[in-house]
């Protein structure tokens, strides 16, 4: 396996992990040996593991870390360090022995590190359990990620010279990976910026402070004939184990959309239009914005008029056919001629274009043209002649056509028109239009492949929320689902109310950190698995420890679910956590408790019990269940949002449903930040049957 770097221009020595490095993240034990087969590093993991302190176990040789072998072995105890040098990577399990004397099996592996001067120390790693593997499952993760990510990738000393990079990099430069590492950046990327690249590199390293979406035209060695345009990303790597600081960075290739900074030669009018352009096209993932925001970016200043339509294709993948007529859907317009030039390009929602007109000849090349607005393009163009009549009123005298490609598929078409007052389209324009749309296509693709992927999180989600909750005549329940305002809407919260054999009813709501599809599928996973265990009438400390299972093999980092089990013959709730809010109480006769002994961590953390805590409601109290949406917002410290809940459950709760909305609408006033539920729960108890 590829040898670390470990240590500065010195051999390595006793180490401590310093604050906020991995070291003090990861749950497993880390330590050096040296040559000498001798303790050089103690992390503070080692020490909880072996429960050595630092200075009790450095400079010592490794056997103290292993049990004695048993009396009917005659072999040594194996040596660590012998292994990672010979074997380069050992992994297997011995018999450890803590300071206190206890023995336990542990796993280990050892692998070298390489330092500067070619100092070897083999470095080893240590868990009671299964925690080293799903270490080694997230390094894989990211070693995948680094490999196969189409964006290049890049790791700089502090000397600004290549340590690492993905070979979506190397592609980008031309040159193989092997020639890149060592070298400083400026022997692979020659730009004409009189060093404000390099100057921007040193003071990311110097301050501290990032740089996200800096643009930079470059040439490189291995593409020398070519010019590039990229947006680039940096950022801080600290020091961590003695290795040196540098920098991680983020490259794309947007030579295609910023072509204007590569063709500097078009004009300093052109580009300022074209700068105005990128910053205010794209601003939301709304189609329909977007097209507006072209249009907006072409009137006045590059036109007179101006319409962005799509092609309503059956199919995305339907080739064009230029026998058949083509229908368009009209999203955006705009003028600043006078009528009826405005309803000319407003008055019109879908159009279609016969076959022969000029939009099928430019979907028919691809490309950008302009045509003289006279009897032969009214006449091949227009098919209504209330329309051909508007056209020739308007005022128009050319139009530039440009088509809105994307991933090599035609989206739609932009028009922009000009009058007598301006001079016809030169080939200059052409190349504006082009960019232009060039632009509006990317972000109209953007925004279209966002709407598609939200309506299939959103079906997800519907799909994975309960379409209708359990019912008992001892737990009356209302409910409310909120989206969040956030960009991304579809959230992970979840909520169930499920009947338990013996008459009992569970009430359950959780929230998976994130939003996505990702975290509605997770949301979901939970829900079904936690109603499955429900229906077994598991303890609720039970139930959440086989849903901490779940969540960690299905690599769910981070979630919280409240889990409450009611007992309508005694009218006692068994009630779990997993750090989820705290339920509420409205007892009859109005007055409002928290149950906050309920203890428990998240989901997806892994090796920590829960437990079940009961409580009496007398007949006829209400539950509130709710995520973090309801307390949390913008300004608003938690207790405050706890305490404006507290205050609206007081009040009248007597047709549940109307108390739900009522609750909402006062502690919701706009759309909420994040997903919101609340759930309602008034519980009575059962009659006692007769003997």
């Known amino acids: 396996m590829p040898s670390n770097r470990l240590g500065r221009e010195q051999a390595p020595g006793p180490l401590w992990s310093e604050p906020g490095t991995l070291l003090e993240h990861v749950r497993v034990a880390v330590f050096g040996i040296d040559g000498d087969d001798r303790i050089c590093y103690w992390g503070p993991g080692a020490q909880d593991l072996f429960g050595h302190e630092p200075g009790g176990v450095l400079s010592r040789p490794t056997g103290v870390l292993l049990a004695e072998p048993p009396p009917d072995v005659a072999d040594a105890p194996v040596s660590l360090g012998e292994r ?76 600004l010279r290549y340590v690492h990079l993905n070979q979506a990099l190397a592609d980008m430069d031309g040159c193989p990976i092997e020639q890149h ?54 950022f801080p790597l600290s020091g961590a184990v003695g290795s040196r600081p540098g920098l991680g960075g983020l490259m794309v290739d947007v030579t295609d959309r910023e072509r204007a900074i590569v063709e500097a030669t078009a004009g300093r009018q052109r580009l300022a239009l074209l700068n105005r352009a990128a910053a205010a096209i794209g601003t939301t993932l709304d ?18 008029a101006s319409v962005v339509e799509v092609v309503e294709w059956m199919d995305e993948h339907e080739a064009f056919d230029p026998d058949r007529p083509l229908i ?43 045509v003289p607005v006279d ?36 989206q739609g078409l932009a028009m922009f028109g000009r009058s007598a007052a301006r001079p016809a389209f030169t080939e200059q324009d052409h190349g504006l239009g082009s960019e232009l749309a060039s632009r509006a296509a990317l972000c109209l ?11 299939i999180a959103l079906t997800l989600q519907r799909a994975l929320l309960p379409s209708a909750l359990a019912t008992s005549p001892y737990v009356q329940v209302a409910h409310r689902y909120v989206p969040g305002s956030r960009i991304t809407e579809v959230g992970g919260d979840w909520y169930d109310v499920i009947s338990v054999a013996g008459g009992q009813i569970a009430l359950v709501v959780g929230d998976v950190m994130g939003h996505g599809v990702p975290a509605a599928a997770a949301m979901g996973r939970l829900r079904i698995t936690a109603k499955a265990l429900a229906r077994h009438n598991q303890e609720p400390s039970a139930l959440l420890a086989e849903l901490d299972a779940c969540a960690e093999e299905a690599g769910i980092d981070l979630a919280t679910c409240l889990y409450i089990l009611y007992d309508p013959a005694t009218g006692r709730a068994c009630i779990a956590s997993a750090g989820h809010p705290p339920p509420l109480v409205r007892n009859p006769d109005g007055t409002v408790g928290t149950i906050s002994d309920v203890l428990g961590v998240p989901l997806g953390v892994g090796g920590q019990p829960f437990a079940t805590t009961g409580t009496e409601l007398p007949d006829g109290a209400v539950l509130a269940l709710y995520t973090d949406g309801l307390i949390e917002a913008r300004g ?3 207790e405050e949002g706890l305490d404006a809940v507290r205050a609206e459950l007081a009040a009248d709760c007597g047709d549940l449903e109307a108390a739900a909305d009522r609750m909402l609408s006062r502690l919701l006033p706009g759309p909420p930040d994040d997903d919101t539920v609340l759930v309602l729960a008034r519980v009575h108890r059962a009659l006692p049957t007769a003997p």
């Open 445 to 455: 693709d953007n925004a279209r492949l966002y709407s598609r992927v939200q309506d």
């Open 636 to 638: 608003r410290d938690i």
């Open 287 to 304: 189609v329909h914005v977007t097209a507006r925001e072209l249009v907006d970016a072409a009137v006045p200043d590059f036109a007179d």
């Open 328 to 370: 368009t859907r009209r999203i955006a317009s705009g003028t600043i001629l006078p009528p009826p030039a405005t309803e000319l390009v407003s008055g019109l929602e879908h159009v279609t274009y016969p076959p022969g007109s000029a939009i099928h000849r430019m979907l028919a090349t691809g490309s950008v043209f302009a």
């Open 84 to 159: 990672g040098r010979t074997l380069g990577y050992w992994r297997g399990r011995l018999r450890a022995r803590h300071r206190d004397g206890e023995d336990f099996d542990c796993g280990f592996r050892v692998f070298p590190v390489t330092g500067a001067g070619g100092t070897s120390v083999v470095m080893a790693l240590a868990s009671r359990s299964d925690q080293l593997d799903r270490v080694k499952t997230n390094l894989a993760f990211l070693d995948s990620l680094f490999e196969t990510c189409p964006i290049g990738l890049v790791m700089l000393d502090e000397d």
């Open 375 to 410: 009897d032969a393009f009214v006449t091949s163009t227009v098919i209504h002649r209330e329309r051909a009549r508007l056209l020739r009123d308007s005022g128009l005298t050319c139009i530039l056509i440009a088509p809105l490609i994307a991933r090599d598929t035609v």
């Open 181 to 234: 590492l060592g070298r400083r950046v400026d022997d692979l990327m020659i730009t004409s910026d009189d060093g404000a690249y390099l100057r921007m590199l040193h003071e990311v390293a110097r301050t501290g402070r990032p740089v996200v979406g800096a643009l930079v035209g470059v040439r490189t060695p291995g593409r020398p004939d070519r010019d590039q345009v990229r947006s680039v990303s940096f």
